[in-house]
């Protein structure tokens, strides 16, 4: 597992690099693909950068075309990330060549196996969560 996860993230930089991104803005763009619109607020208590960090970063995503701004129908005073990125060329030719190598890999194991598979990834994933979310309720020194 520590194998894979140092492969991930040497990946999700090289990816990063290769659309000319920075690493925590790439990684705010995978964050808001799985959550969705979310405040920016929400992206800085995700991301562990400070909300001024989060300002910035927003900034550089919405002036690329990886996301748009949008007032709270709820409250006026929060603005809303939405992401807008997944019509963007770029992505999708850069992750083609893994999904095809990772459709390529799943046609090894069966139907069963890889419901084993997707269910340890899962709960490997709930996990990573968990000690994340304990990690950054410490305090730091």
Same mark, same amino acid.
């Given at each position: ?23 925590? %803005?790439?990684?705010?763009i ?41 007032? %709270?129908?709820? %409250?006026r005073?929060?603005v ?25 890999l799943?046609?090894?194991?069966? %139907? ?7 269910t ?22």
């Open positions: 597992m520590r194998s894979l996860g140092s492969r991930t993230v040497l990946y999700q930089q090289s990816v990063a690099a290769s659309i000319g991104l920075y690493n925590n %803005d790439f990684l705010s995978d964050i808001l693909r799985e959550k969705g619109p979310i405040t920016a607020g929400e992206l800085s208590k995700l991301t562990g950068l400070t909300t001024g960090s989060v300002t910035s970063l927003i900034d550089r995503l919405e002036k690329n075309g990886f996301v748009r701004r949008q007032n %709270d129908p709820s %409250d005073r929060k809303i990330i939405v992401p807008i990125y997944e019509q963007k060329e770029e992505i999708t030719n850069t992750y083609m060549p893994l999904h095809a190598s990772m459709v390529k799943a046609a090894l194991y069966t %139907d069963e196996q890889l419901e084993l598979i997707t340890f990834l899962g709960r490997a994933s709930e996990v990573l969560e968990e000690q994340i979310q304990q990690l950054n309720s410490k305090p730091r020194s």
